[in-house]
């Protein structure tokens, strides 16, 4: 799917966010600056998230409470190793109530399980490319 701007990418993570269930893991895939944190912001949206949304680039985790939906958006970027995952209760976060979004999954490959969802973001320019996987 072709997203031309900012604004259709909020857009197109708000639809998402009306296929969403409890417990479901979702992995973004795509270069720095390709919109993953933009989609996730238009899912939380979506889901009725009014306040502000960070980029979990430095603490790696951001938690959400969206009536009494537990959200939790991670960027993996900047883990060092998979004692750090460990270390930060990933496994916690991962339970059959939380939704969980992953920004750079390949930081933690082998340690997370699969996927319900991948969503890739390929860069054309000012435009981008939109591809959702069910799995
Ligand atoms: N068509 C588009 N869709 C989404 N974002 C766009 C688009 N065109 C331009 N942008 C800009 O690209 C940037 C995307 O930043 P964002 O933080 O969402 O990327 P990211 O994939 O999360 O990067 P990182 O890997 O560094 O976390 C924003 O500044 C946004 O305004
Ligand atoms: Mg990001």
Known sequence: M???DEQAMLAAGAQLALQLKPGMLIFLVGDL????????????RGLG????VK?????????????NQPVFHFDLYRLMDSEELEYMGMRDYLNDEAICFIEWPDKGEGLLPEPDMQV??????TQRELLVTTL
């Not at 390709?34 to 238009?42: C, E």
């Not at 998230?49 to 502000?52: I, L």
């Not at 980029?55 to 009536?67: A, C, G, K, Q, R």
């Not at 890739?120 to 320019?125: A, C, F, N, V």
Request: a positive charge; aromatic letters at 8%; hydrophobic letters at 30%.
């Open 49 to 52: 998230h009014t306040e502000s």
């Open 120 to 125: 890739q973001i390929l860069i054309k320019g």
């Open 55 to 67: 980029s979990p680039t430095y603490n790696l985790v951001e938690p959400y409470d969206i009536n």
């Open 33 to 44: 600056g390709a919109g993953k944190t933009t989609f996730v912001r238009g899912v939380l």
């Open 2 to 4: 072709n997203i031309k």
